[in-house]
C-alpha cells in the first residue's frame, strides 16, 4: 500500500499570506488529489494533480486561489493562496493504487490543518 | 450524478452495543467502487474497507462487518460490541471505477460516540 507523507502537519497563518503545503508518495502514482474540508464537514475534492500537465480543477475551485505543482510521479504541493479565516481546514491528499485489473485502493496522507488568522 | 448519503449525523451508544451506520448511494456507472473511512480526532483518514461494484459479498473483519446490496444501492456498515476507541467520524465514499479511480465522492459522514 502507498504510503504519503503530508507537510505541514498544521500551521497557523496571517490571514493574506500563501501557505504551501507538500505531498510525496512513496511509489510512483500516476493520479494525486487534493481534498479539503472545512469544520464540521465532509471532504471535498479540489483538484487532481496530473503528472507533466495543469492540474484539474473541480467547480468551485481556481487555479489562482489554489495553484498545483506536479513535478513527478510521487510528489505534488498544494498552494492556498491570499488566505482569508474560511480558508481554515484540513487539506489532504490522495493517490489511488490499483490493485489487479478491477479493484483499487484510495489513500490518504495525514492532512494539513490549517488555521487562518 | 453521484451522491452519498449517511442519514444519521450522530449517534451515541454505550459501550458493548451494536451499532450500524448507513450510507446510501446514488450513480448511473455501472462500474464503481464504495469505501468506507475513518476519520478520528486527530484528523487522518483511516481507510477500513473497499468494494467494487461486481463483488456483493459481505465482508467481516473482527467486529467489523460490511453489507452492501446493489437492489437497495446501500452499503451499510456494522461495528459488533462497540468499544470507545470506536468513537470517531465515519465517512462513506464513492468513486468512478473507469478512471479517475481516486476521484471520491464522500457522505456528510456519521459522528459515532461510543460512552463507557
Known amino acids: 500500500s502507498a504510503v504519503i507523507s503530508q507537510k505541514p502537519s498544521r500551521d497557523i497563518c496571517q490571514r493574506g499570506t500563501s501557505l504551501t503545503i507538500q505531498c510525496q508518495v512513496d511509489?510512483?502514482?500516476?493520479?494525486m488529489f487534493w481534498y479539503r474540508q472545512q469544520p464540521g464537514q465532509s471532504l471535498t475534492l479540489i483538484a487532481t494533480?496530473?503528472?507533466?500537465?495543469?492540474?484539474?480543477?473541480e467547480s468551485g475551485f481556481v487555479i489562482d486561489k489554489f495553484p498545483i505543482s506536479r513535478p513527478n510521479l510521487t510528489f505534488s504541493t498544494l498552494t492556498v493562496s491570499n488566505m482569508s479565516p474560511e480558508d481554515s481546514s484540513i487539506y489532504l491528499c490522495?493517490?489511488?493504487?490499483?490493485?489487479?485489473?478491477?479493484?483499487?485502493?484510495?489513500?490518504f496522507g495525514q492532512g494539513t490543518r490549517l488555521t487562518v488568522v | 450524478a453521484q451522491k452519498v448519503t449517511q442519514a444519521q449525523t450522530e449517534i451515541s451508544v454505550v459501550e458493548k452495543e451494536d451499532v450500524t451506520l448507513d450510507c446510501v448511494y446514488e450513480?448511473?456507472?455501472?462500474?464503481?467502487?464504495l469505501f468506507w473511512y475513518k476519520q478520528p480526532p486527530s484528523g487522518e483518514l483511516v481507510f477500513l474497507i473497499r468494494?467494487?461494484?461486481?463483488?456483493?459479498q459481505n465482508e467481516i473483519s473482527g467486529r467489523y462487518s460490511w453489507n452492501f446490496q446493489k437492489s437497495t444501492s446501500s452499503f451499510n456498515f456494522t461495528i459488533t460490541a462497540s468499544q470507545v476507541v470506536d468513537s470517531a467520524v465515519y465517512f462513506c465514499?464513492?468513486?468512478?471505477?473507469?478512471?479517475?479511480?481516486?476521484?471520491?465522492?464522500f457522505g456528510q459522514g456519521t459522528t459515532l460516540q461510543v460512552k463507557p
Open positions: 450513480t448511473r456507472d455501472t462500474t464503481y467502487y
Open positions: 511509489s510512483q502514482v500516476t493520479m
Open positions: 494533480a496530473n503528472q507533466g500537465s495543469e492540474a484539474t480543477y
Open positions: 490522495s493517490v489511488d493504487q490499483r490493485q489487479g485489473a478491477r479493484d483499487t485502493e484510495a489513500f
Open positions: 468494494r467494487n461494484s461486481f463483488d456483493e
Open positions: 465514499a464513492l468513486s468512478d471505477g473507469s478512471s479517475n479511480t481516486g476521484k471520491l465522492i
